[in-house]
């Protein structure tokens, strides 16, 4: 237990998986992973049938830094005989739950992560110069203290729920990060409603629209956003999600960057265009016939609290609206909610054990290098890096699958002190600044 690691993630979501995929045959780097999950699960809440990756299948865990890693999704489908069948459905997108499937089989695959095991502890060893990392078994309580020179922060997001929406049973009102674990019960209301906008919502928004006729429930979709917006899906337009746009946001005053956020919002938070067409397929050959479900769609309106009404058979709830851009306050009765609500990050306690000691941008966001290392207010050489809470510094690539092998190159690049892994001189065909002479 006194051997010191190169680094010791915690941790193990995609981006996580990913660095453990590029550093588990590697010599010059010995990092180990912990995960207090007993097994590796992708969004298991919202792996519905026959919705598809947004990320094409080449933006896997290892193959923009060495498409010859055996980790790749293509010798995924090698081992697993799906390469024919890959090929006939000649698609660049991948449905969700294989996504899923392949981080399973590369997980199952390291030598160098371990779950359930939790994360409880992270603090300083001076005489040491590293970090003490304790670890706390799920399965029978004991405890280990593990030394790195280096913290790799991966703990991902979790459910964003106003205050206002919390504290109801979830199998009347819940997350869309549950919906699969609870459709059976929702679907039994008479009226379902979900609240917010993006992809999330949508697929979740189809999926009912889909079972309506079979169940016979009305189905409402509220979004406070101006509409109901499409992702985009041009070249140009999403080289936004490229090595060149992040060190030009990187480069930005936060003021700047933050509003480049609010400009960006819907390449970032906007809907498959092909979801879109399925959606308003589904409603047009519906309204074909003389009888229908209800359906309502409005976009403008805020859903600022949730109130149980309970009477003798039944419980459902009343929505307290408001409809923004009017300013016209009203009250909705639903049975079951859906909460589109989106994620936020979820930094672990043990994190304030730094606070005094890193440098913040505001309240919320600690300062971050482009090598996505916190900033601390003295000079050391055992790091923590983080993908964690780094929106506000490295833009839309944050939660971007298809740039999480690019933000790894340059933490093993840094931890390991040369090049390991070479990243791109020129990505895009565009710039996004005046180049000086």
């Excluded at 899906?233 to 003021?255: A, K």
Aim: charged share 25%; aromatic share 14%.
């Amino acid at each position: 237990m006194n051997k010191i690691y190169d680094a010791i993630g915690i941790g193990i979501g995609p981006f996580n998986l990913s660095l453990a995929a590029l550093t588990n045959d590697l010599d010059e780097a010995d990092i180990l992973f912990f995960e207090q999950e007993v097994s590796f699960d992708w969004h298991p809440g919202m792996l519905i049938e026959g919705m598809d990756l947004q990320t094409p299948f080449i933006a896997d865990l290892v193959t923009f830094a060495d498409p010859t890693n055996r980790f790749s999704y293509l010798n995924y489908l090698y081992k697993h005989n799906r390469m024919y069948s890959f090929f006939f459905f000649n698609r660049f997108t991948i449905p969700r739950e294989e996504y899923n499937a392949y981080c399973k089989w590369v997980a199952s695959e390291l030598s160098n992560c371990q779950f359930g095991q939790c994360v409880t502890d992270v603090s300083e060893v001076p005489d040491k110069s590293c970090y003490a990392v304790t670890v706390l078994s799920i399965e029978d309580g004991s405890k280990k203290i593990y030394y790195a020179k280096h913290i790799i922060l991966g703990t991902g997001s979790i459910p964003n729920i106003p205050a206002p929406l919390q504290g109801f049973p979830e199998e009347d009102i819940t997350h869309t990060s549950r919906y699969t674990y609870f459709q059976d019960a929702l679907k039994e209301g008479s009226s379902i409603t979900v609240v917010g906008s993006g992809q999330s919502a949508s697929e979740v928004f189809y999926d009912l629209l889909k079972d309506q006729k079979n169940c016979g429930y009305d189905l409402t979709w509220f979004t406070r956003s101006g509409g109901i917006f499409q992702k985009e899906d041009t070249g140009l337009g999403r080289e936004v999600f490229s090595p060149e746009y992040i060190d030009y946001f990187h480069n930005l005053t936060m003021e700047a960057r933050m509003e480049s956020l609010e400009n960006l919002s819907t390449i970032r938070n906007g809907v498959d265009p092909k979801l879109l067409e399925k959606i308003y397929e589904l409603l047009y050959n519906r309204s074909i016939e003389s009888a229908l479900h209800e359906v309502t769609i409005q976009t403008n309106t805020a859903v600022n609290a949730i109130e149980a009404q309970t009477d003798s058979n039944t419980e459902s709830y009343r929505l307290q609206c408001e409809q923004w851009q009017k300013g016209e306050k009203f009250t909705y009765h639903t049975d079951k909610v859906i909460l589109a609500t989106g994620y936020k990050p979820y930094l672990p306690d043990w994190l304030e054990n730094f606070y005094e000691k890193i440098e913040w941008e505001d309240e919320k966001r600690f300062r971050v290098t482009a090598d996505y290392r916190l900033v601390f207010k003295d000079s050391r050489e055992n790091q923590i890096f983080t993908l964690t809470n780094i929106e506000h510094s490295h833009g839309s690539s944050a939660t971007n699958l298809g740039l999480s092998v690019l933000r790894n190159q340059k933490i093993i690049n840094s931890i390991v002190g040369k090049e390991v892994y070479s990243t791109p001189d020129q990505a895009v065909f565009q710039q996004f600044e005046m180049k000086k002479s």
